[in-house]
């Protein structure tokens, strides 16, 4: 008997009702895109501040030019100078929005009435860590558009910097907010974006099986030397922008690394997901409620592919509901955090409760170009290192007390030149050792080229500390050098020496340390963003 396919022995009727339902639903599915107006205005130059951990600017693609002041026929649509104009709606349905942008020049996609993005005849954006975007100061211009905007976006210079495991650790639901404001007379959208971060190993240590390169759990790697090539990590975010004062965030991460306690390989979590409440159009305060990266230090690094000890050792991201203040010049946020364990750092004394607290605050001022400055400082009120084991797997496992942890961060940035320096410490010894828990860094780079097509190499010195001197368990160390060039829009390369010495792993510290442990490693990287 043949098998049986879709449609061998429908009826001629059938055949038309299919038709029409596959027809009705496309015609509805084009219909849900169009909106009947929308407004879009963009801050002017002079309101446009981005920083390491702040992205204040536009964010767009660039395809091709427009000179200002020539007339250009793009099928049945004309630019002038900036502004293009459509000459008919399209099906009944018409939009009109207004773009102002920094750039001198704007793209337009002849296909669709739809504005593409800023390009630049004069200056090019910047980039003062990778995927930053700090757009050049030039006149505003205004292009006014008719067609059909789509409820679903991708944005990858709005992706990139959301998904980014080494920068802007602690208040990127700032740039959601920066990114909703564009829009004037608003109508919902979701945006969506994805990061592979792919990693090639190369190693040797000098003890047998002690392998202390942070970036891979102790447990991966045996013998005198290590090879490792992996999607190291994949994360996607939905961002939808509901209202003018309602947004929300969701996250999702797979990590290709052991999951502890039995060592299955890889994971798939929702690691984020929050909302927020703000417009910045209208006050610089905003409130969010859910689950995050905690407001608390900087947490980022000048280098490409490795984070710092500093990440390793205080990084935090708990459920909670968070006030913060953001302007200029000025971002600060204040949480209260739900009690129990957090990922990595975070706990409290008990669960069920509000019981955890968390401030930040950060100040900058000036740019790159004639130099710029961030100094900033965090306070957290419960931290893992109250407990009176060593260890990160029992969720029930409290302290008597809170032992917190104060942060004081900064960096200055002059033209190719970028220095950065962190310091955290805990504010009572971790039972375990007997010592307080500190880590620091000490960062530099070198920028031979930025805007698009960057180039950097880095410097990163960082260490943890939680022994007393001369203990096994002593110290954590890293030095790294590195370089990044970014190859395209959604894609850069990375090469690093990366030195590890002392091996303190967290579980068993006061067991199995040894302090003359030292790893050299190379690790290429390459990150691809949609």
Known sequence: ????????????????????????????????????QETWTLPSPKDIRSDAANLDAPLWSSPEVVPPGREMVLGNETVIGSQLNASAPTDGVQESSVFQSPAPDMVIESDASEIIGPAFD???????????????????????MQGRRPWLNLDTDFSDPLLDFQNRQTDKEQMILRHACHRDAFTPAVYVGGQARLSLLAATTNTTDKFPYLGRFPTDFSGDSATDARLLQANGHVTAHVTPMAHVYGEWLFSDVFTFPDHRQGSLQVRQAYAVFGDFRQSPWYLY???????????????PFTQSVVWHYFSALAEGVGLGYCDDRWHVTLAAINGGRGIRVADSTSRGKLNNFAANVRFRHGDIELGRIQLGSGFLLGTIYDGFTAEHLDANQFGDDNNSAWNLFGQFEFMAVTLAGEWVSTTEAWPVTGSMVQAYRLEAAYWPQRGPGFSVWSFSYS????????????????????????????MRVSAEYVRSTGFAPLIDITTVSDRDVAQDSLVLGATIVL
């Not at 055949?15 to 596959?22: A, D, G, L, N």
């Not at 975007?133 to 505003?140: A, F, G, H, I, L």
């Open 289 to 303: 409620l859910g689950k995050k990266n905690i407001g608390f230090g900087d947490l980022g690094t000048l280098s």
């Open 463 to 490: 260490d943890g500390d939680q022994g007393g001197p001369g203990t096994e368990f002593e110290f954590n160390r890293q030095l790294v050098l590195g370089y990044q060039k970014q190859l395209s829009h959604h």
């Open 122 to 144: 004069g200056p090019s954006p910047v980039f003062d860590v990778p995927g930053n975007v700090v757009y050049p100061q030039s006149p505003t211009t205004s292009v006014i």
């Open 1 to 36: 008997m043949p098998a049986f396919r879709p449609g061998r022995h429908v009826t001629p009727l059938t055949h038309h009702v299919q038709r029409y339902v596959v027809i009705w639903i496309g015609v509805c599915a084009f219909g849900f895109t169009a909106t009947a």
